[in-house]
Structures are given as C-alpha cells and as structure tokens.
C-alpha cells in the first residue's frame, strides 16, 4: 500500500526558507507523477509544483523561481525547497502521487500541465506558517 508521509513544515518569517519533505513507501512502479499542493481553510486546495519521473517538472506561477520541486530515487522522497518565503505561502502542505502504468498514460502526460494530473495518494500534510 502506498503511503506518503511529509515533513519539515514550520513557522519562518518572510524572506526565509524551509525544505518540504516526502517520504513515499509501498510502489514499486516505473513511472510516477508527484506533486505539492497547498490549501488554506476556506479556500480550494492549489497545486504548487509536481514532477514526473523523466525529471520534466512545473510551479505555478506565484512560486515561480522561489520553489524548488526535486525527488530523490535513491530515497524514494519527494522535496520542495521553499525560498523568499512570503506571508501568503501561509498553508498546509500536502504530497500527492500517482503511478501511470505507462508514459503514454494521460496521468502521465497531465502531470506537468495544469490543471494538474488526478492524484490517487495522498498524505496528511504539514503546516507551513510564515510571518511579516
């Protein structure tokens, strides 16, 4: 069973930087689609960044230059790297994953273009709180 399990969220003040972290574990697929997304109450959750496994990626825009999404195959964990932080990254953090069975699958292709691909796992988030 897949499961994605994140860390490394915080409080930090504006300008500064946290490191995002994902550990995924049950898969043994070739192909995969990862992303972040965050959500605030209230508000519909926003796709941030999402890589695939050909190493292609995608930010949107307000995150553009600021954050950075990679993932580690040797250790199986998605990251995002979150510079110049701003008061309205303010929002619980979430990693999402899903597993074409083939490049050719739409999943597969989706991943990088928003809106983004249909995400099957999900993991519980981690709150990330920056301040002026």
């Known amino acids: 069973q897949v499961q994605l399990v994140e860390s490394g969220g915080g409080s930090v003040q504006a300008g500064g930087s946290l490191r995002l972290s994902c550990a995924a574990s049950g898969y043994t697929y070739r192909y995969y689609c990862m992303g972040w997304f965050r959500q605030v109450p209230g508000k519909e959750r926003e796709g941030v960044a999402a890589?695939?496994?050909?190493?292609?990626?995608t930010y949107v825009d307000s995150v553009m230059g600021r954050f950075t999404v990679d993932y580690d195959n040797a250790k199986n964990t998605l990251y995002l790297q979150m510079n110049s932080l701003k008061p309205e990254d303010t929002a619980k953090y979430y990693c999402?994953?899903?597993?074409?069975?083939?490049?050719?699958?739409?999943?597969?292709?989706?991943?990088?273009?928003?809106?983004?691909?249909?995400?099957?796992?999900w993991g519980r988030g981690t709150q990330v709180t920056v301040s002026t």
């Open positions: 999402a994953a899903v597993f074409p069975v083939a490049a050719a699958s739409q999943n597969y292709r989706d991943c990088t273009y928003y809106p983004l691909a249909r995400f099957d796992y």
């Open positions: 890589i695939r496994s050909d190493g292609r990626t």
